[in-house]
């Protein structure tokens, strides 16, 4: 059974920093694309950033410049750091990723979601 945890969310200042953490566990053949999605109330969830097995990047156009994604050197982790952060960015943070397990083909899956709250 495959598995993604987020942690990392919490309560910042406007203009701080988060960084987000993902890991992906279980039986895990491969993983392709990872990716962060985010939520905010009373909106539909959106594609933050995302990046492929290759080292390929893509960003919300919201988030360019102010926030980098990574994959973690065990390739089953990816980061979202998240700098100069505003209350638009206030939202349910999601990793998403497209895995490949040892009993089925590749799938996408979801974490549970971590909250990101920008307030003073």
């Known amino acids: 059974q495959v598995q993604l945890v987020e942690s990392g969310g919490g309560l910042v200042q406007p203009g701080g920093s988060l960084r987000l953490s993902c890991a992906a566990s279980g039986s895990i053949f491969s993983i392709k694309a990872m990716g962060w999605y985010r939520q905010a109330p009373k909106k539909q969830r959106e594609l933050v950033a995302a990046?492929?097995?290759?080292?390929?990047?893509n960003y919300a156009d919201s988030v360019k410049g102010r926030f980098t994604i990574a994959r973690g050197i065990a390739k089953n982790t990816v980061y979202l750091q998240m700098n100069r952060l505003n209350p638009e960015d206030t939202a349910v943070y999601y990793c998403?990723?497209?895995?490949?397990?040892?009993?089925?083909?590749?799938?996408?899956?979801w974490g549970q979601g971590t909250q990101v709250t920008v307030s003073s």
């Open positions: 990046i492929t097995g290759v080292g390929s990047t």
């Open positions: 998403n990723a497209d895995i490949e397990s040892l009993q089925s083909p590749t799938r996408n899956f």
